[in-house]
């Protein structure tokens, strides 16, 4: 990558990174610091760049992957994320999960061990992303980001249930 | 889909982006002209996105990373190390393998000939995978890297055929932006 490539990319995709990553960090700061992680990320292995047909795409799960690392590793603000992803969980109309199972899904994407099954739960149920593209993003096939996400729900509402 | 699913912000930002196709961009074009909310979160976004630009730490940070970028040097090249020794030693087994195994054949007065033609395939595949593959492959991904450059903007697209007096540099390498503005998101 020569740096007027950086400079193009930079210019092209950093604002809608910073976006991204301020919706899941909650901070305009920690987001700016993550977006340039992001175009680090890019840098330290650009091979893995260069092959993608579209780099919002990889750029946006660079983004995710990044973010969720930081949430994880900040125990402290916790309540806060969890509270914000549930509100947002309950406010999209197609989803129909009322505040209590929304409560639990944000929850458990907190406590999911598996960073991938974490990200994809939050294309699926935060940003509202069709199967088509989480299959793109996590280059999985959709019949099996479909059963992921079953059964990451599944095991949300019954541990939430239980508790 | 429906009007009473919005696009996700994801695919606001690709068709910001022009990457998504004529197809996909008429519809989503024609769903922020019908769609209250949509349009509204891609006026803020249009709105945010030049204040963000004008911001003095955004230069920074282009900065810092243009210094990375330097240091790292010149990208390694690609294509080149496709076949690492070991592939080489597995598929020179195998040839070998197949060659051994017809030299029984060659005794045979009628089947001699098939034996030859076991043997010299197994060399001339062998060779073509290592030499012939290679060249396609990267000659392939180093097209498909200067559309991506190009689309980038940071390479002028390739000049009209036959080139006709002075060619007017970029503006031409990207197709009419929409007129709608861009993207829904839900925060802020």
């Known amino acids: ?163 | 889909m429906s009007a009473s699913r919005c696009p996700s912000e994801l695919t606001w930002t690709r068709h910001l982006a022009g990457e998504l196709g004529w197809l996909a961009a008429r519809r989503l074009r024609a769903h922020a002209a019908g769609c209250e909310g949509c349009r509204r979160s891609l006026e803020v976004m249009a709105t945010e996105r030049a204040a963000f630009a004008a911001e003095p730490r955004r230069r920074r940070d282009l900065a810092e990373l243009e210094a990375q970028a330097q240091e790292q040097g010149p990208a390694p090249r690609r294509g080149q190390n496709l076949w690492g020794l070991a592939g080489l030693a597995a598929a020179g087994v195998a040839a070998a393998a197949v060659i051994v195994g017809s030299a029984v054949m060659l005794a045979d007065p009628i089947f001699q000939g098939l034996a030859v033609a076991l043997m010299a395939g197994a060399v001339a595949a062998t060779l073509l995978s290592r030499y012939a593959v290679p060249v396609l492959y990267y000659s392939l991904a180093r097209r498909g890297r200067a559309a991506e450059l190009q689309r980038e903007g940071t390479l002028a697209a390739p000049p009209p055929w036959p080139p006709a007096g002075p060619v007017p540099a970029a503006a031409s390498d990207r197709p009419p932006e929409p007129a709608a503005p861009p993207a829904p998101a839900r925060a802020s």
């Open chain 1, 1 to 163: 990558l020569t740096p007027a490539a950086i400079q193009g990319l930079y210019e092209r995709h950093s604002y809608a990174l910073f976006r991204r990553c301020r919706r899941l960090l909650l901070d305009a700061d920690e987001a700016q610091d993550a977006m340039q992680e992001v175009f680090l990320k890019v840098l330290e292995n650009p091979t893995q760049f260069l092959g993608r047909s579209s780099a919002s795409t990889y750029l946006f799960g660079v983004a995710t992957n990044l973010c969720l690392n930081r949430i994880r590793n900040r125990a402290a603000r916790d309540g806060r994320w969890e509270a914000s992803v549930a509100d947002t969980i309950h406010a999209r109309p197609p989803e129909p999960a009322d505040a209590a199972e929304a409560r639990q899904l944000a929850a458990a994407i907190l406590r999911e061990a598996d960073p991938e099954t974490a990200a994809m739960a939050v294309y699926h149920f935060v940003d509202g992303l069709t199967q088509g593209e989480i299959a793109e993003l996590v280059g999985l096939s959709r019949v099996s980001v479909n059963r992921r996400l079953q059964a990451f729900r599944g095991a949300a509402l019954r541990r939430g249930e239980g508790a």
